[in-house]
Structure formats: structure tokens, C-alpha cells
């Protein structure tokens, strides 16, 4: 049992630890607070996230190609949810509406049905496809809101996105 600030890996102690060890981040770094070491050598690679919990994040002012609204991204372990609220395609230009950083990226292409509040009552398909989550079909009217939730294989993420939320 290790105990430090930060991740672990960079330290001589703890690439040196043998596989099994637990590790706790007394600081809760980028929200990962326990960690297990799973193979021999150096490097953060080496360690996996036993309990860690970024909390939401605010990432609406990273959303591209046209598209507005508020979209909060979490990730709990190896699942991650996003929840969509009023998210406008007015000026969008593709059906990409944001890309997920490394730790926040689907281990596999899903796809989901999102709810439009206007027109009332429309159905959308939503696919999220490793980094890129999009909206198909959307017209320039539609308000949409949803919840996806996807699994990554994603390394724990070193910076969070967005703002708290």
C-alpha cells in the first residue's frame, strides 16, 4: 500500500512497486483516487484505476462545428455519460457537435436516441464514435436533449475539460 499526490508512476517508489500494489492520490488528482498496479516497469501505464470519479464537467464552450447549448460530461471508473440539455443546431455545419478528449473516448462506436424538444416529440439518432459524438439528421430547428452513456479503455485522463459543473 502506497499513499502520495498525484499519479502514480513517476516516482521511483512507485514504478518500483511490485504488481498488485494499491495506490491512493491523497489529492484526488483529475479525480482518480485509487489505483492498482498491473504490470511490472515504469510509467502510469502501469497502473490502473481501481476508484475515481471526475465529476460533471461543463464542456458547452467546446462544442464544434456550429452547434450551441449546454452538454456535461462525467466519467466514473471506465463509463462515461454525457447529458445533452438544449443543444441547438442553428448554425451547425456538420453533425459533429463535440470531440472527447483522451480519457473521455468510446471503446466502441454506439449509437442512441436523443429526444428533440422542438420539433415536440422528434426522435434523433446520436452516434459516438471513439472521440466524435454527433447528432444525424438534425435540421437547424431542432432542440435536442439526452443522456449517452458509452465504456472507454482510455488511460484516466491527466487534465479535466470544461469547468465544473
Known amino acids: 500500500e502506497l499513499r502520495g499526490t498525484g499519479q502514480p508512476g513517476s516516482t521511483t517508489e512507485t514504478n518500483n512497486a511490485p504488481v498488485g500494489t494499491y495506490y491512493t492520490d491523497t489529492a484526488g ?33 467546446d462544442l464544434v462545428n456550429g452547434w450551441s447549448g449546454t452538454v456535461l460530461i462525467r466519467r466514473v471508473g471506465q ?54 459524438i454527433t447528432v444525424e439528421a438534425y435540421a437547424e430547428t431542432w432542440r435536442v436533449r439526452g443522456v449517452l452513456t458509452a465504456f472507454t479503455d482510455d488511460p484516466w485522463p491527466t487534465t479535466l475539460p470544461g469547468t465544473p459543473a
Not at 516497469?41 to 464542456?59: F, I, L, Q
Not at 428533440?116 to 426522435?123: A, E, H, K, M
Open 79 to 132: 463509463t462515461i455519460n454525457v447529458e445533452i440539455n438544449d443543444l441547438y443546431a442553428t448554425a451547425a455545419t456538420s453533425t459533429i457537435f463535440y470531440t472527447a478528449p483522451i480519457g473521455y473516448r468510446a471503446r466502441v462506436s454506439s449509437r442512441r436516441m436523443l429526444y428533440s424538444i422542438t420539433p415536440v416529440g422528434q426522435w434523433c439518432r446520436s452516434d459516438w464514435s471513439m472521440n466524435n
Open 29 to 61: 488528482t483529475a479525480g482518480a483516487w485509487r489505483w492498482l498496479k498491473t504490470a511490472t516497469g515504469s510509467g502510469s501505464n502501469k497502473w490502473a484505476v481501481v476508484y475515481g470519479d471526475t465529476g460533471w464537467r461543463n464542456v458547452s464552450a
